[in-house]
């Protein structure tokens, strides 16, 4: 198929499709969010491989990651009143409102793009790869290229964007080049536990604040004072028998 | 040196001052980038993932340039509770479309089976060559002697269907997978009728309390497990039974650890609790099931209206009225009791006969009383390792916060006395009268193996069917207990063919396999990908995968029917089962394949299967081809789709149809067209099985416990559905690629094994070696493995079903209808021992 | 000096400079060799990964900006109190840390995953970042030391010139060791680095290795040339490193008691590697033989001996150099957030790494051969020119 023949992904969706992904109202300047609730995230890793699939993360190298609150992966841990318990805590880049790798980024680029929702992105082509920024972040959720990228198949690029240069670092987008089209990120409409809920921190009226609210969401190491958009939602109580 | 030391000096500092000043200088860029919009793709087609999991999630695959580099799932069901379903292996599956193990063209075997040397051949001579054969073998033995056996993945109604299709058209024997896969739960045929039934997944949310039981829906239900929390946050209890703290576990809200293979007693510890305290819904076992049906107590047989007056009906049942103090009858044509009789479940009573004898006889369910009277808590407790305690709680609880509804999986099923398991569990869903109503009922989730329209126009042309005979039985051979209406072949197998199978991996007591392997002529398999099933195959034929093809899907987990819809053209030579079969008909009888395959393609296939149902009441009302394609069409079926509703709600009598079986088939299974939870059959009574009871697992009687201390469990990982992704480069980044088997400390320390270290499984049948994962969440006296790691991730060894047993319980052979009455197999019955290596 | 003597020197020393000169340079380029190997292959050839993301370079990077304060805090403070003690070292204080810093300025290249794109640095510098604060500072610093060896090789020196120049100097000096500091130091992420403790400990660490350095030339430098410290300087030296090593020993004892007496679980655990953990054998081996030993030395009769003077400045050296392995290393084996299975390795084949280990390559080792020949030849080139050429042997 030519070129010119070609269209965007987004578009390309079929109606009910595009529907269940849409972003919806957002406030006059966004700052874009997230809430991924622990009680329903069953460690499957889907919105992990999603990610890796949509924006051609290379092999050996995750933006988005599932954390096991266990001995090792998908192993338990002994709790308090020595009860088994387990579970998972998806990791990516929080996208903090006071990011401290944006801070230290020599060349600037790191960015807090005000424009995008306030999302923290990474120009690729700025880039000296001293990689300070994946020592100031606190969450590790940095990731380099330190040889040329290798993927799983040959001979053409998988995946909705660029692939990046070797030297340089790398993280989550919030998929942003999703978000220009009006949909959410791929690990939000991903999760078949329905754990992510996506949306505009401005707005106390959506159902991302609410939630957060209502659940009394927390943010991670939020002692360390980057003020990440991204929330978890604790477990509720659970009724024993 | 030509340069003086002033000049070096001088030299430095210019150049320190130019640095500085340059960096002072600022002439900044802007900062940042404006964001770039996602490439772009040639198009996106909706297709349906279909690798044998029961999720049928619709998937969008991006295609550009000709290649799929993404997919990602439709989420686009009706009832939008169900979006978006998928998980991360059917997110990852381009890795195995385009992956090294794919097979591109088809290969003839040039070296011994086995040894992996083939030659690349045109579809001319492979077709010939495998034509010809088989020709060559069923004019030699019969066409019965070939089996063709075609496994869940991969396909659908259409070209699973052209299977079944060809098997008819030249009288091969067809195979079966359900019962071949254990997951043809036994107790439901037995106790309702049926195959099986399940209530649909989103019917999980309705319940308030939820038994889940051999099942791990967090790992192996992924696109479903959600409804779960939705039945938590509306105030549901979850309460999860199994001898490993599993993903599931750590979700509920109580977690019962119990000994492998001991669900039985455990169940009938809950029905005592039950029918001590009284929360046990007399009404309804009146209505429903066999409870005041009068048992003669010599025979063991029920009393019929025929015994009890000539010219009586040997179709009418009696029970007795304690309103009169004497027998009244009861027909089957509607449930219920009739109006006025207050019919015993309990007691013992003298019935005059026809021929003036007097008998004693008692209704079934006070066999059935006698039983979990015998089950204290404190005797289940003893057997299944759960505390008598609990047992009373899960009873107290179970029959007061309803509805319950009773999840089984694998884990409970995979015994060889499962259908006992599973007749356990439907008792308590029976005796609360969860049977039958929303957020209730006893659904056990299996396999994706279920016919939900009328598939027979395409499958039994002209109502043509093959011999269809359980594949257990090319491995064991005839039993003496077998069936008479199971068909094997006079001059037994000669040959395999296999689609989509990893037959050399996944089938029981693989060692035994093996051998009858030897025994074929013939031996073809029909894949995507080489696996060491295609290795040993004498010619292989690549198959195109639900992405290349056109299929008609459904599943028991949700009533959609979807199509599968070809986003991009067949990856190297590979055709689908259709185009495969209809040459190989042409090759070896042209007549069959003019009446049965010429002119035949997907969309006739599929037009044919839905018209046949597009009647008032039938399952495809109003579906037709333009609607799927746009999406997913629900079945016609209730909202939500719940088992047994026009028999609890309407008095319809059991069974309901279990397609694509006609109902003659299966009626036989309820004399009484009711719930039975007593059966007279022969063979119950010579077993002592007439009404549930818990036997110990049967590989103990192969294995001594002694010399083989450890249950060897092989449950379902969540990273691959069965063998199918185990060669998946994203997913073996995450979980290592390393198979491990899951031991308690108490017994790896006994053993000296320490985490990590290598070690050997084995018991007569088999062995292989691995690392063990030394964990608490073991069970103590368990071995656990993941089943579906391909042979080439062991230290040595084929796999786990080198040691998994193949016995056939002869309470499976009462009666024959494949994959509906039929062998199951016991994978996880199963002894073993571990040593360090 | 008789001319047999000069013939003799001379002839002692032409014999084996070739030698020296030569296995300098065949590092250089074995070091440039693997510097260009890396550059193509990008920095998959180390033993780095994303958990352990800073390694031997940025360790030898703090190792070589430490050698460079010593010297010139030693002149400069010199300078400033007038004393005249170690007068006849300054040349070689000055030119020991221009070459360190020119080479620590080099070394941060190779750990660069584009080295190509290091003038975005100088375009559009983010004033936020340490980084760019050390640039600034090792510029300046290169520039005074530049200036001072200008000054001192005059044949008329200005009087005063170098006491202006150590007003610069000094602050100057212990500036560039804050500011490395601070670019560990600041970061939230690495709750061992981020103690306001960290620039002195940098400070005195550099102090001891700086001085170390400077004790281990002047003592080769007049071995081989006919260059000659003062009589007596050495145990002067002693005398200092004594102070010096009692600083650094206390700030590290000051760090790892609050740490340690703080009970915080994340924190204890950090410590406890260093203690207890992987990293004990090196810790141990600072302690003993970077701190104790030394200690003993120069606190002791035995500093009356050069050879033992001389051994203790290069165990201070290399307990120093142990030091910032630690410090690099500690914080890069804990990642705050600790949940298995960790970070993903980074390669293909690599997966996660709950419990990394980091093994530097023999492309980091011979990349850090290159950057110590090159600081050797540096000075060497620097003592034959500048501070014992011929016509200024002493009398």
Known sequence: MSDATKVSPIEALPEASREYGAVGEVSEEPRWGMAVDVERCIGCWSCAVICKSENDVPLGMWWNRILTKGEELDTPQTGEFGTLEMSWVPLACQHCDDPPCMKVCPTSATYVDAEHGHLVGVNQDDCIGCRYCMAACPYGVRVFNWGEPEYPVEGFDLGMVEPRPIGSVEKCTMCIHRLEEGQVPSCVWSCPAQARIFGDLNDPESRLVRTIEDRNGTQLLEEKGTKPKVYYLEERRRRSL | MPITRRQLLVGAGAATGVAVAASATVLADEVGKD?????????????????????????????RDGKIVKIQQAADYPDAVYSPRGCMKGLSYHLQIYGPDRITTPLIRTGERGSGEFREATWEEALDKVASELKRIGDAYGYDSIHVFGQVPGSGYVHKGANYRASAALGMTHGTS????????????????????????????????????????????????????????????????????????????????????????????????????????????????????????????????????????????????????????????????????????????????????????????????????????????????????????????????????????????????????????????????????????????????????????????????????????????????????????????????????????????????????????????????????????????????????????????????????????????????????????????????????????????????????????GPTEGMTLERLREGPVRLNVPDPDVAFKAQIEDL????????????????????????????????????????????????????????????????????????????????????????????????????????????????????????????????????????????????????VNELTSSAINPIHEVWYVPNIWAPSTGWKDCRCEVRRV | MSAVATAAGTAERRSWGPIWYGLLTGGMVVGLGCFVYQWINGLAVTGLSNTISWGMYIISFMFLVGISAGGLIVAAGAELVGSE???????????????????????????????????????????????????????????IAAIDLYILTRPNPRPGAMRTMAFIALPAAVLVHSITAWIFGLLVARPFWNTALLAPMFIS?????????????????????????????????????????????????????????????????????????????????????????????????????????????????????????????????????????GIPGGRAGQEFAPDPIYIPTWVEMGILLGLACFVGMLITLGVRYLVAPERTVRA
């Open chain 2, 35 to 63: 964001p770039v919009p996602s490439l772009l793709v040639d198009d996106v087609i909706r297709t349906t993932c279909s690798p044998n999991c029961t999720g049928s999630c619709g998937q969008l695959a991006f295609v």
């Open chain 2, 178 to 617: 359900f019962d071949y896969n254990g997951d043809l739960p036994m107790a439901m045929p037995i106790t309702f009728g049926v195959q099986n039934a399940e209530h649909e997944a989103k019917d999980w949310a309705n319940a308030k309390f939820l038994l889940i039981v051999g099942a791990n829906p967090i790992e192996t239900r992924i696109p479903d497990a959600h409804f779960l929390f939705d039945a938590a946050a509306n105030g549901a209890r979850l309460v999860v039974v199994d001898p490993v703290f599993s993903g599931t576990a750590s979700k509920a809200d109580t977690w019962i650890r119990l000994k492998p293979g001991t669900d039985a007693a455990f169940a009938l510890g809950v029905a005592n609790v039950i029918l001590r305290e009284e929360l046990h819904d007399a009404e309804y076992l009146r209505s429903y099931t066999d409870a005041p049906l009068l048992v003669n107590e010599t025979t063991g047989k029920r009393l019929r209206e025929a015994d009890l007056t000539p010219g009586g009906s040997a179709e009418r049942f009696v029970v007795w009225d304690e309103g009169t103090g004497a027998p009244a009858t009861v027909g089957i044509d509607r449930l219920g009791m009739p109006r006025g009789v207050a019919a015993a479940l309990t007691g013992s009573y003298e019935v005059t006969l026809a021929d003036g004898a007097t008998v004693v006889a008692r209704p079934g369910f006070d066999h059935v009383r006698v039983e979990v009277e015998s089950w204290t808590p404190e005797r289940a407790s003893e057997i299944c390792g759960a505390s008598a305690d609990i047992i009373e709680r899960v009873g107290l609880a179970y029959a007061t916060e309803k509805p319950g509804a009773i999840l089984m999986g694998g884990g409970s099923n995979h015994w060889y006395h499962g259908d006992l398991i599973g007749r356990a569990y439907a008792l308590l869903a029976v005796m609360t009268g969860n049977v039958g109503r929303s957020g209730g009922g006893f659904s056990v989730y299996v396999g994706q193996y279920k016919v939900r329209l009328f598939t027979q126009p395409w499958w039994y042309p002209d109502e043509i069917k093959p011999p269809t005979l359980s594949t257990i039985y090319w491995v064991e051979g005839r039993t003496e207990t077998m069936s008479p209406l199971a068909p094997y072949p006079e001059n037994g197998f000669k040959a395999l063919f296999l689609t989509f199978s990893n037959f050399l991996l996944q089938s029981p007591n693989l060692n035994k396999v093996y051998e009858r392997l030897a025994e074929m002529e013939l031996y073809v398999v029909v894949d995507h990908q080489m696996t060491e099933t295609a290795k040993w195959a004498d010619v292989v034929l690549p198959a195109t995968t639900w992405y290349e093809k056109t299929d008609l899907t459904a599943t028991p987990l949700h009533p959609f029917v979807q199509l599968q819809q070809a986003a991009i053209d067949p990856v190297g030579e590979s055709r689908s089962e259709l185009d495969i079969w209809s040459e190989l008909v042409r090759r070896i009888d042209p007549d069959a394949y003019a009446a049965h395959f010429e002119g035949q393609t997907e969309e006739t296939a599929i037009e044919m299967m839905l018209a046949a149902g597009d009647v008032p009441g």
């Open chain 2, 652 to 799: 319809v009598p059991f069974p309901p149809v279990s397609l694509p079986a006609p109902i003659e088939a299966t009626q036989v299974f309820l004399p009484t067209r009711r719930i039975e939870l007593y059966k007279e059959e022969d063979r119950f009574l010579e077993l002592g099985e007439q009404v549930v009871t818990h036997r110990d697992p049967f590989d103990d009687g192969v294995h001594d416990p002694a010399e083989y201390p450890l249950a060897l469990l092989s449950p379902h990982s969540k990273w691959r559905i069965h063998s199918t992704y185990s060669n998946n480069a994203w997913l073996e980044e995450i979980h290592g690629g390393r198979p491990q088997v899951l031991m308690n400390p108490v017994d790896a320390q006994a053993r000296g094994i320490a985490d990590g270290d290598e070690i050997e499984v084995f018991n007569s049948r088999g062995s292989l070696k691995a690392w063990a994962h030394v964990h608490d969440s073991a069970g103590p006296g368990t071995a656990t493995l993941p089943e579906g790691w391909w042979s080439r991730y062991f230290l040595e060894g084929k796999g």
């Open chain 3, 85 to 143: 003690r170690f007068r006849s070292l300054t040349r070689l204080a000055v030119l020991l840390s221009g070459a360190a810093i020119l080479a620590a300025a080099i070394s941060i290249m190779p750990d660069l995953g584009r080295p190509q794109m290091v003038w975005r640095m100088l375009r559009q510098p983010h004033w936020t970042s340490p980084l760019i604060w050390d640039v600034l500072i090792i510029t300046v610093y290169l520039s």
């Open chain 3, 205 to 341: 660490s550099a102090l001891v290795s700086g001085l170390g350095l400077l004790i281990v030339t002047a003592y080769v430098v007049d071995r081989t040339t006919e260059w000659e410290p003062e009589r007596g300087v050495f145990q002067d030296l002693a005398r200092l490193m004594v102070w010096f090593i009692a600083v650094d020993g206390f700030l590290l004892f000051a760090e790892i008691l609050t740490t340690y007496a703080s009970r915080v679980p994340d924190h204890l655990k950090q410590l406890n590697v260093l203690l207890t953990g992987r990293l004990a054998p090196v810790f141990w081996a600072e302690v003993i033989i970077g701190v104790v030993v030394p200690f003993v030395i120069c606190a002791s009769r035995l500093r009356e001996r050069r050879g033992w003077v001389v051994a203790a400045g290069v165990l201070a050296m290399v307990g120093v150099f142990g030091k910032r392995i630690n410090i690099v290393m500690t914080s890069m084996f804990m990642p705050l957030v600790g949940l298995e299975p």
